[in-house]
């Protein structure tokens, strides 16, 4: 399966969050800010797809890339300064991941969106876990699996 990570980032947490997960797919599976993309992304079967948020939603440049990602996978992963067990950080992500296409051709599937307790998005099979830095922010971090080099 062809992977890409897109994100989104205002204070580079989305990214650290893009580059774990690329850590953990296939070498050679590429890590891009949405910002610098001009490659289509039709040769991809997945796609993870991670936004800040803003005003209880993705930002406006994932916004633009969510609203048009018709690969036959996508999982959605988010940050926000707010505690990841919240109904407002489980609203976020929804409002994010409801910007996705609905199913438009035979064969593609609308992506998976199953809320649990840790934030875990089931489209590609990535779940996501948060940890409290020292400063008392919630940070969305690596895996539990994944190594932490």
């Not at 399966?1 to 690329?22: D, H, P």
């Not at 209880?56 to 707010?82: I, P, Y």
């Not at 998005?121 to 190594?147: E, N, V, W």
Request: proline residues 6%; hydrophobic residues 30%; contains cysteine.
């Amino acid at each position: 399966m062809k992977s890409i990570v897109l994100y989104s980032t205002r204070t580079g947490n989305t990214k650290m969050v893009a580059e774990a997960i690329t850590s953990a797919l296939p070498e050679g599976t590429p890590c891009r800010n949405i910002r610098e993309m001009n490659k289509s992304l039709s040769d991809y079967d997945c796609v993870f797809m991670g936004f800040w948020v803003d005003k209880g939603t993705a930002d406006d440049a994932s916004r633009k890339v969510l609203e048009n990602l018709h690969n036959r996978h996508v999982a959605v992963f988010a940050t926000a300064g707010v505690n990841p067990a919240s109904s407002h950080a489980q609203d976020c992500l929804k409002n994010g991941a409801s910007l996705l296409p609905e199913r438009d051709e035979p064969g593609r599937r609308r992506p998976l969106h199953r809320p649990s307790g840790k934030g875990h998005r089931d489209g590609c099979g990535f779940p996501a876990t948060f940890q409290r830095a020292d400063s008392g922010r919630i940070h969305r971090r690596r895996h539990t699996d994944l190594p932490l080099s």
